[in-house]
Structures are given as structure tokens and as C-alpha cells.
């Protein structure tokens, strides 16, 4: 291994999934010289997705699933500081300043910032000291100290996306009496289709979660009684604690300071360089210009920032990689595990397969035209695995066979034969 | 203890001795290749995929439905195929031996 880089010192702010995964990759790819990984949060880093769900009813004491244990970091050479926030950088010196004054010189720069939960402005709700997110630990941590805390085990859930669901969902299970406030007609009304929709919305009721949707959050009052949550149409509900789920802000303070492009994010090119020399950026804070899919987008998933740690490595240690991964996300709610691939924005049609020998078990693939654009796997794994093979290669599908469910779920029966293209 | 044996795809063999947790995990701490586990196991990415050596294969807890689903259509399946992350380390695996899939 070439020591070229064995003076030299890369920082990477941010330790979650991209963060981590980024300092693990830059020693696997040859990176000699010091790699210190800085974040606020003082765990050593975890897997987020349990957040919303496992952590939740985990018992005290137990201990969040780290991503690498403690032992590795060390193994590795990676200095760590936990618990501690950047409070400047400088780009022209190329160096930061954490909160307790320490300054540190980098050579290569990785923002891994994350995204912070949004709170909308809504009257009394910033106010309000039971209003919880979920984004790490200690928000885990609340919730869980709040349920245990709640006399009636009252939550309201603002936001039917995913993290409200399977928020929701998680303490249904731990017998929660649970309500989810959704502005929109329909619950997950910007990331899935009516379809899916529907079926989540049928689920959440059949366990008892009751859905409200088109409904808006006109106020919130808080007193000794509790919480009264006040909605538009005149409604009221009460509760023990609110959760809110409405989308996030990525966390662009440090890459403003340094004079980076922004823009819902900070900007990237495909390599996952900003404007800024010496800097990047990764995972849900990075905007990137996808090119298989021409456009500028920005993704909030575990698949999004492991890969682009894996290729910012690549780029950091001198072999050159675009990031074209193709993108995938999962969600358990319920007995239910939705798997997804590919992006389904713009559409022009789709197939619902269902599997009427088990309960539960459909897929949804989404076409421009005859081009298969993505696939939602509810309980079929078979369809997750099928459709991420067939996106990859562009593969062209017999639509008709596919939603017919007596026609059997085989890769060679699907297919396309070219004598058959209309 | 247990003693996991993981042979990978260029032929490298890997053993250790573990109590706890899933031969996923203690694959990805060990940097075994070809094991990512990068659902953190909740058998939603297919990452794990070993061979189970025949005579251990039938000593496991049979695959749920959602692994033998995700393990149908994936590469290099075989009969003895599992997602790794699903096989918890106990005294029942002491001595099993697993190949890497992909």
C-alpha cells in the first residue's frame, strides 16, 4: 500500500450510518494518515433504523446496536470525539474548532451532518415540553420515559410518513392509545401511492392505531390536565405526550460557514465533492445529481449513506468513483416488512401483483412507459430481490404475466421475450 | 463459546470463538468480506449470505418466510443457503462451518 497519505488527516463530522461506515472504508481503501470522527451525540455510533421500532420497548440499561464496537475504532487508528460539536471551520486554513476550543487541521473534510427533525409552526407546539422527535438515543430515551410517565398512555402523532407509522406502530404494540394527525388525504401522500396507502392505513386501524387524515393541527394547549391537541375542522384530542413526524432540515450550518453551495442540502457533484476544495459531503445531508436518474436529489436512507461513504472513500484515497448506486429503503410496521427499489417519481403506470396464497404478501411496480422504474415489496421478499435484479438491468417485463397471479412469480415467465414487445 | 468458521469467496478462511449475538455480526466485526449486514440485521438487505455446511444446515431453526423469500432470486443460491444475519451464535453452531455467498 502506497503511504502517500500517512501525514495527512481526514475529519468527518457526523457518525451515523454515512459517518461510520466513511471512517471504516478510508482504512479499507488505503487511508494511512489520522482519521478523526467527531459528533455530538456521545453513544458510540448506532444503527438508527430500531429507532422507531426494537428501541423502543428495549429495557433500561440495554444498549443501543452499535455499528462497529468500540474495540474496532481503536483497531482501526480512529480517533473519536463523541459528545462534541464543531463550532467553526475555516476553509482557507483548511481547520476546525470544536466546543471546548480545540483546533484541528484537516486535509480532507467529510460532512456527514445529518438532518434534524422539523417542527411546524404551530401555535403552543414549540412550547409544549412533551412534544417529542425521533431522529437519535436521547430521543428514544424521551419517548420511552414519556410513554412509561403517560397516565393514560396517550400519544398523538403528528405527520403520517414513515416515521410516524412505525412510531405509532411500535407503541401501539406497547400498548399505547395511539392517534396519527395527517394533513394530507392520505397518509405517506409524498413517498407512496394511493395503493400502499390505503393498505398502511388498513393495517394502522386493524391494530388499533386510529388514522385521521385531511385534518390540520390549529393549536396546541398544554395544562395540568395534559395535552389538548386542536385541529382546523374543530376537533380535539387528548394526549400524554405529541410526536412529531413532518419531515426534516438538513444540517447545513458548518458547509454556509465555509461558503458551500446549498440547496435543500449542500450541493455535490457526482463524486460527492462541494464546491468547497478539500470538502465533501455524504448521506442525508448530501444534494447530489444522480445520473441515473439525470436529476438532483437528495436521500434520507441507510442504503444512500453507506454506499456514498463507500465511494467518498474511494475518491478521498485517489480512485475516482461516481456515485450511481441504485437506491433502496425498507419499513416494519406491524407483522408487515416493506422493501423498495428504485425511485418511482414519474410513473406513468403501474402493476399490483398479489400473492393470493398468504395474507399480505403484494408488489407494486411502478413503469415509465415500458421501462420498470422501482418496486414496493409488502411481505415478499421475492419481489424486493426479483425487482432490484430486473431495475439494475433495465430488464424488460411482461406487465400482463405480472399481475396476473396465476401466472407463477418466476424470473424467466416474467421476462419480456422480445418477439412479445408490443 | 462456540467456534464459527466463514470461508470466503477467494478461498480465505476466518474462524473465531463467539457467545453472543449472529454469525452476521460477527462476521462484519471481523471484516470477513462479502458479509455487509448492512440492514444492522432485520433481514431486509440479503448482504449475508453464506453456505451452510450440509451437516449443520439441518441442525438450524428453518428460514421464516420473508428469508426464504429474499434468498429465492438472489445470486448464487443453493440449498443451504441462509442470510446469516438469522443464525443466532450458540452451543448448537459450536464448529459450523459457512462459505460466503456472493
Redesign the interface.
Known amino acids: 500500500m502506497e503511504k502517500r497519505t500517512s501525514d495527512k488527516t481526514c475529519v468527518i463530522i457526523g457518525a451515523s450510518h454515512a459517518g461510520a461506515n466513511c471512517v471504516m472504508e478510508l482504512r479499507?481503501q488505503g487511508w494511512q494518515g489520522r482519521i478523526i470522527l467527531i459528533d455530538a451525540d456521545a453513544h458510540i455510533p448506532y444503527?438508527r433504523?430500531?429507532l422507531s421500532k426494537a428501541y423502543l420497548s428495549m429495557d433500561d440499561g440495554a444498549d443501543f446496536?452499535p455499528l462497529?464496537?468500540k474495540e474496532?475504532y481503536r483497531e482501526e487508528d480512529i480517533t473519536l470525539k463523541l459528545g462534541h460539536t464543531v463550532t467553526s471551520v475555516d476553509s482557507g486554513s483548511r481547520s476546525i474548532i470544536l466546543d471546548d476550543g480545540t483546533s484541528i487541521s484537516y486535509d480532507a473534510l467529510v460532512l456527514a451532518t445529518g438532518a434534524s427533525a422539523l417542527i411546524p409552526p404551530i401555535e403552543g407546539l414549540s412550547a409544549c415540553d412533551k412534544v417529542r422527535v425521533l431522529r437519535n438515543a436521547a430521543d428514544a430515551k424521551a419517548i420511552q420515559s414519556d410513554f412509561k410517565a403517560a397516565k393514560n398512555k396517550r400519544v398523538v402523532v403528528i405527520g403520517g410518513g414513515y416515521i410516524g407509522l412505525e412510531t405509532a406502530a411500535s407503541l401501539k404494540k406497547m400498548g399505547g392509545d395511539v392517534r396519527v394527525l395527517e394533513r394530507e388525504e392520505r397518509i405517506l401522500a409524498r413517498v407512496a401511492p394511493r395503493e400502499l396507502a390505503q393498505f398502511f392505513q388498513k393495517l394502522h386501524t386493524e391494530n388499533g392505531v386510529r388514522i385521521h387524515t385531511g385534518v390540520s393541527v390549529r393549536k396546541v394547549r398544554e395544562t395540568s390536565e395534559g395535552i389538548t391537541v386542536i385541529c382546523t375542522d374543530g376537533s380535539t384530542y387528548k394526549a400524554d405526550f405529541i410526536l412529531v413526524g413532518t419531515g426534516v432540515r438538513p444540517n447545513v450550518f458548518l458547509a454556509e460557514q465555509m461558503g458551500a453551495d446549498l440547496e435543500n442540502g449542500i450541493k455535490v457533484n457526482d463524486q460527492l465533492q462541494t464546491a468547497v476544495e478539500g470538502v465533501w459531503a455524504i448521506g442525508d445531508v448530501a444534494q447530489f445529481y444522480h445520473p441515473r436518474y439525470k436529476k438532483w436529489m437528495r436521500l434520507e436512507s441507510?442504503?444512500n449513506a453507506?454506499d456514498q461513504a463507500k465511494v467518498v472513500a474511494s475518491n478521498i484515497t485517489g480512485s475516482p468513483k461516481v456515485y450511481d448506486a441504485l437506491p433502496?429503503f425498507?419499513s416494519?410496521q406491524f407483522h408487515v416488512?416493506l422493501?423498495m427499489v428504485g425511485l418511482s417519481a414519474g410513473y406513468t403506470d403501474l402493476v399490483v401483483r398479489t400473492e393470493t396464497d398468504?395474507e399480505d404478501c403484494f408488489s407494486i411496480w411502478y413503469f415509465k412507459n415500458n421501462e420498470l422504474l422501482a418496486v414496493d415489496a409488502v411481505?415478499?421478499?421475492?419481489a424486493?430481490?426479483?425487482g432490484t435484479?430486473f431495475v439494475k438491468n433495465k430488464t424488460l417485463v411482461d406487465k400482463k404475466k405480472l399481475g396476473d397471479s396465476t401466472i407463477p412469480f418466476k424470473?424467466n415467465v416474467l421476462m419480456k421475450k422480445e418477439s412479445n414487445v408490443d | 463459546m462456540a467456534k464459527i468458521t466463514y470461508i470466503t469467496k477467494s478461498g480465505e478462511t476466518f474462524e473465531y470463538e463467539a457467545t453472543s449475538g449472529n454469525l452476521m455480526e460477527l462476521a462484519?466485526?471481523n471484516?470477513v468480506p462479502g458479509i455487509?449486514g448492512?440492514?444492522?440485521?432485520?433481514?431486509?438487505?440479503?448482504t449475508c449470505h453464506v453456505h451452510v455446511a450440509p451437516e449443520f444446515y439441518g441442525k438450524l431453526d428453518a428460514p421464516s418466510?420473508?428469508?426464504?423469500?429474499?434468498?429465492?432470486?438472489?445470486d448464487n443460491v443453493s440449498e443451504y443457503s441462509r442470510l446469516c444475519c438469522q443464525i443466532p451464535v450458540s452451543d448448537l453452531v459450536d464448529g459450523i462451518k459457512v462459505e460466503v455467498a456472493n
Open positions: 479499507k444503527h433504523p430500531p446496536n462497529f464496537d474496532r441507510v442504503q453507506v433502496w425498507w416494519d416488512k422493501q398468504r411481505n415478499n421478499g421475492k424486493f430481490v426479483l435484479k424470473p | 462484519v466485526k471484516k455487509d448492512d440492514c444492522g440485521g432485520v433481514c431486509s438487505c440479503a418466510e420473508i428469508e426464504s423469500d429474499m434468498l429465492e432470486f438472489d
